[in-house]
């Protein structure tokens, strides 16, 4: 597979958490990514901020350990399909990271949490071996540290070896959360009603979002590859109807970023 394949696969895991690296290097290796990105300061902001953009992915054999935002994943390769596990920490809001917001901001945090949850990822090929591939991804994770929220996220695109040098991707996505999850992020309650000015709200489960991601990566040498992404997420149902977002924030959620990629080993 080539350098641009696997690159552009790992740098819209370590983005968007849309793809993971369906097609994994051949070989044993490492690899660290660094980037800067612009991204919403809470789910369903309309202020934005730079965010770090640190990631690295390890391969042995069949089994694959790589980071996902704030979170680690460990993989097994099943053929063309894979299997794994996650454990990440979610940021909350205004907890980990700032809110501008001052209303939402008043709402009080909510505290960042551990998850974990398993994942499964299949890459089929669309023609000839070394072109054009489907990837797909699907993950659960369960909100354990202080509710017993879960949250879904799937995407599926083609990724696709436009020359020796340069991979480019398209990528849909969807989340479907819990009642408990989205209560924990879109809710307001009485307390936080009258703190902030907003009002009252109670969210419920349902379709939380739907996104589109374009990547594009080149390579630099034979160990060094530069992508950029953007991406765009509308929020659904009760989380786009919460006036932490109808009322404070947007429901169009952007993200763009640039990422340096540096292959150790053979």
Known sequence: MPWTHRAAAATSLWFFAATAAHAQPPADGLEISLGLGAAPDYLGSDDYVAAPLPGFQYRRGDMAVRSNNLGVEATWSLGPASIGAIARLDPGRNDLFDVKDRAVKRLGRV???AEVGALAEAAFPLGEPGGAMLVSRIS???R???SDGWLVEASAGPLVQ???ELSVSAFVSASVQSDGYADTFFSVDGAGAARSGLR???AGG???DVGVLLLATGTVSERVAVSVIASYTRLQGDARRSPIVS???AAGQ???GVSLTYRFGR
């Open 111 to 113: 505290k960042a949490a």
């Open 140 to 142: 659960l994770v369960r």
């Open 144 to 146: 354990v540290s202080d």
């Open 162 to 164: 436009l020359s020796p």
């Open 200 to 202: 009252r709200f109670k």
């Open 206 to 208: 349902g379709c939380r």
């Open 247 to 249: 009322d404070r924030g």
């Open 254 to 256: 952007r993200f763009a």
